[in-house]
């Protein structure tokens, strides 16, 4: 098993969040490493008493707050449901992939992956205007 840090960075390169996940093999997809993130971050969130979640997707029933999605009920967050969305935005371009420096733009590639990998999400801002 391979220990892997995730980032979320802006486009500037300012880092959003961390998080440390598992794969089981060095040969590895991003499709599994993006639903092993998702799952660790709603593992996470589920196992704790935050009234935010900080991940990759914004769950159904939330507000997006400099902190994180302010859930407005406390609920158990679905991993299953969350996994779909991530790949769905992933498929229309909502965050990008770089690993190792190189934007991944097939989430079924296989990457090989060990401890120095570094892996970096970058999401897009919808612009606002009118």
Do not use: C
Request: glycine share 6%; aromatic share 6%.
């Amino acid at each position: 098993m391979n220990a892997l840090t995730i980032k979320d960075q802006t486009l500037s390169g300012d880092i959003l969040n961390e998080i440390r996940i598992q794969v089981e093999n060095e040969r590895t997809t991003l499709k599994d490493i993006i639903t092993a993130r998702v799952l660790a971050e709603v593992d996470t969130h589920n196992n704790s008493k935050n009234e935010y979640f900080k991940g990759l997707i914004q769950p159904n029933d939330t507000e997006k707050t400099l902190n994180g999605f302010k859930i407005k009920k406390r609920k158990v967050i679905d991993g299953e449901q969350q996994v779909y969305v991530a790949l769905d935005a992933f498929l229309k371009n909502g965050f990008f992939v770089i690993v190792d420096d190189e934007q991944v733009t097939d989430y079924n590639k296989e990457i090989l992956v060990n401890s120095k990998t570094t892996i970096s999400f970058l999401k897009l801002t919808p612009l606002v205007g009118g």
